[in-house]
């Protein structure tokens, strides 16, 4: 699944990221993905500088971009360390969209999936509540995509746009501010549980039951409705990490 997909759903200008923006998403992706571990110390700037072939200031940019992510530390006799996760602003949209490119953290995937229980059925309720007619229509297109899509990747992101609808219809503006939390939950958990193109299908008519909810106002029915979807996507996500998944 690539980062540009998050990307494009956040609706990020699609330009061609400056030598330090395109290093700083190199050196975050390792970080992120462990390559580069946390508490150990990276190449100093001239062999950054001769790895990448790029300037020292470009170097000292990329570094300070991560740094401002809370990913790096620079301190002069040192060197440049690499903070653990504590440290990092996890909802930074780099950060969530660098967790798309490796592997992904068992635990860091469910406490994504705890903020989406937290919010989303709540977010639906909202929907039922407030949506106006382009935001129905909106949820509705995302639903039809779905429907028609049959290759995994194009699903996927048809159903995080039906989720991405319904987060903009609920009308709230700090809840549009943590919406990067939820796409990439919803595009790392798909990945993994919905990897067989034939089962995409299935779950089209559960997302179209939460938004007949919505378009009908019932707001009750909505919030349940979403919290059953969540908490079934939860399960198959826990089980795609049991270590006992294979056995019968």
């Known amino acids: 699944m690539s980062e540009l997909i998050y990307y494009d759903l956040k609706e990020t200008a699609n330009m061609t990221p400056s030598l330090p923006v395109q290093m700083a998403r190199e050196l975050g992706r390792r970080i992120v993905a462990g390559s580069l571990a946390q508490d150990s ?26 740094a401002s992510k809370g990913l790096l530390s620079v301190r002069r ?6 903070l ?14 660098w967790h798309l490119s490796g592997t992904p953290s068992p635990d860091f995937l469910v406490q994504l999936m705890d903020i989406r229980l937290a919010v989303e059925p709540k977010a639906s309720r909202w929907a039922a509540e407030r949506a106006d007619d382009d935001d129905l229509e909106n949820i509705k297109s995302a639903l039809d995509r779905m429907a028609a899509e049959t290759a995994s ?17 609920a009308r709230n503006e700090i809840l549009s501010s943590i919406e990067g939390v939820i796409y990439s939950a919803l595009l790392v958990s798909v990945r993994i ?9 299935a779950s089209v008519p559960f997302h179209e039951d939460v938004y007949n909810a919505i378009a009908d106002r019932d707001g009750d029915l909505a919030e349940s409705l ?23």
């Open 153 to 169: 990747e194009n699903f996927i992101i048809a159903d995080a746009l039906f989720h991405k609808a319904i987060l903009r219809a």
């Open 41 to 66: 110390l990276i190449d100093d700037e001239a062999a950054l500088a001769e790895r990448y072939k790029v300037s020292r200031v470009v170097v000292r940019e990329a570094v300070k971009l991560l």
């Open 226 to 248: 979403t919290a059953k979807l969540l908490q079934d996507a939860n399960r198959r996500l826990k089980a795609a990490f049991s270590p006992n998944k294979n056995s019968s």
């Open 193 to 201: 549980t919905n990897k067989d193109p034939r089962e995409n299908g």
């Open 77 to 82: 006799g040192i060197g440049t360390k690499v």
């Open 84 to 97: 653990p996760r504590s440290r990092w602003n996890l909802l930074d949209d780099d950060v969530l969209a």
